[in-house]
Each structure stands twice: as C-alpha cells, then as structure tokens.
C-alpha cells in the first residue's frame, strides 16, 4: 500500500543526544521557508534506538524505514522526501507493508508532526534562537504507540546507552519477528506484549538486563491495552497512567510520551545529563538540577520539551570532567 500527503502550511522536541539522526537530504537553500517540510533525521530520529537497531533503518537513497506492531498487527513503513519542483513544495511519500499497513499509512502525518504547531514555539535565548533557525524541519514525532517507546526507555533506566541499545537488539532479533514486505534484511517488528511476558529470566539475563528493569517491562506487558489508552489522553494524564507501574517514574513516562502522545511541553527530569546541559547552556551553570533547569525553561511553558531538544541539537554542552560511565555486563555474572 502506498500513500502521499503534503505537509500542512504553518498559520502564523533521549536517548540520542538531540534526537537527530543522519539521513541524506537534497542541499539546503539559504534561506529555508517557514512551512519547510519535515526534516526526517530530526523528526523520526528519537525513535531510533542506536545505529543497529533492528526496528529502524536509514538507506542510502535517505528513506526511512520503521517496522512496528500496531493495533492490527506488525507492519512495515517506508518514508520518503521527494522535492517537489512547483511552488518550491515538498511532499512526502509512504509506503507500508503488513497486517498493519492500513494504520501505519493513516498515522504516517502525526508520525512525521502534522499534528504539531512549531509556530506556537518562542526562542526566548539568542542559543535557542540560533539553533530554531538552523533546523526548520524539527517536528515533534506523535507514534500513538505506548509500549514500542516503554519497552527501550525501560531498558535505557540507570545504564547506559551502549547496554541498552544492546538488550533491545538483542531481545527484538530473539523474540520479535521479521518485518513484513520489502524491508531491508535484518530488520525485526518487536514481539507483542503476550510474548514479553514469557521471556525466561534466563534470557533476560543473557540480554545484559538486571531484574528490576525485566520486572518492569513484565509488569508494563501484562496491562499493554490500559498503557496504550494513554495516546487518548492529555499528557499529564498519560504519564499518571503510566506511572502507576511499579518501576515506571517521571524520566520513563517523559520519555515514552514524548514520543507516543507528541508532547510538546514534557521536559525529562530524573536524567543524569539534561540538567547541567540546559543549565549550561542558558546560565552557564554546569550544576543546575532538575529544579534549576524548569526554572530556566519557564518562559518556555507549553513548549519546554521543544525547547531542551534544541538546546541538545545546539551542541553546547560543559567540558567533561570525569570520564565516561563503564558500561556493566552482567552475563558474566
């Protein structure tokens, strides 16, 4: 099945540092208008969960391609920008596969921000306003999926990015299932909720993840259909829902809305990283807590999550000062 749509013309948003992922793009104009079409490697970029993850794939040609289980079932999702040559406009076009063909190409605009206003966003700092301008492209991904965002943010808790993107690749390649339709070899659709609950401890532990985060996802699993009403919801209201699982807390539930609900104004707290990042780059102060950061994003209410990714995406973070985190293994255990 294939489909188009135009993006709408504007009236008047780890754990990818950013969120941004490669993706080729024809040469940019100087001077980029303001109803410019989603940028693929920034918009989908959050959903990627490293450079070998079985569910998300760049091709050379600058498609993206994505297999994910939807509530027909698993499919497949090819997007494309393509210039359009008249009025200087650029369209985008989708094609799906599988069972969930039907839903991935009906959701594929909230997928790529249709259903996000960037104009509703203020720069309110000279960093900010520089790096708005840089990316006109920057939408805010709305998947409508709950557990395809729960599952790896669960994974991502307390470790590192090295350990976690390696339990979801392994976990999605060993339980998941191949992606329908043309998809390129190796990519996988994760397993459904059913199936998480019935991975045996032992291959928890094989996948590099610890007891709790495994309890966590189980317990998520075994009331899937509750989690996934929360794309209905507000997005307080979602993340109450969410937090509700023991395990589940503020940085889990910011991280997944973000992502499933499009949430423009979820800021994650509870990281280890954003904080000093946000504090440095507006305050110049490299110790600034959670506290600290929402108090620098208030003249970004509504917009505050937008606001932290363009921070991210400006590169201006303080000079390290420790080396990095040593990532544990406890299959050697």
Do not use: C
């Amino acid at each position: 099945m294939a489909g188009r749509f135009r993006p709408p013309t504007p009236t008047t948003r780890t754990t990818i540092r950013g969120g941004h992922t490669p993706v080729p793009t024809p040469t940019p104009t100087p001077n980029p208008p303001t109803n410019a079409a989603p940028d693929l490697g920034l918009t989908l970029g959050p959903l990627r969960r490293g450079p070998a993850d079985p569910t998300f794939r760049v091709t050379p040609d600058g498609s993206v391609w994505r297999a994910s289980r939807t509530p027909d079932g698993p499919g497949t999702i090819r997007i494309a920008v393509r210039d359009g040559a008249a009025e200087a406009a650029t369209e985008t076009e989708t094609e799906a596969w599988g069972p969930g063909a039907t839903w991935l190409l009906d959701n594929a605009p909230a997928l790529l921000g249709a259903d996000d206003d960037p104009t509703a966003f203020v720069p309110r700092h000279k960093l900010v306003l520089a790096s708005h301008r840089r990316r006109p492209g920057l939408r805010l991904t709305r998947t409508g999926l709950v557990l395809e965002s729960l599952i790896p943010t669960i994974l991502e808790q307390k470790v590192t990015t090295t350990e976690a993107y390696g339990a979801w690749r392994q976990l999605v390649r060993t339980y998941g299932e191949p992606a329908p339709g043309p998809a390129p070899e190796g990519m996988y659709v994760m397993p459904d909720a059913r199936t998480w609950t019935q991975i045996p401890s032992w291959e928890w532990h094989r996948a590099n993840v610890d007891g709790k985060r495994s309890a966590t996802i189980v317990r998520a699993a075994r009331v899937a259909a509750r989690l996934e009403e929360a794309v209905l919801m507000d997005p307080p209201a979602a993340r109450r829902r969410l937090e509700l699982i023991p395990g589940i807390g503020p940085w889990t539930s910011a991280e997944t809305i973000q992502r499933s609900n499009g949430a423009p104004d979820e800021v994650t707290t509870g990281d280890l990283h954003l904080p000093g990042i946000v504090g440095w780059a507006l305050a110049g102060d490299r110790t600034a807590d959670d506290e600290a950061m929402l108090d620098l994003l208030t003249p970004y209410a509504g917009q505050r999550h937008r606001a932290a990714r363009l921070i991210l995406l400006s590169g201006r973070v303080p000079p390290r000062r420790a080396p990095r985190m040593t990532p544990g293994n406890i299959t050697r255990l």
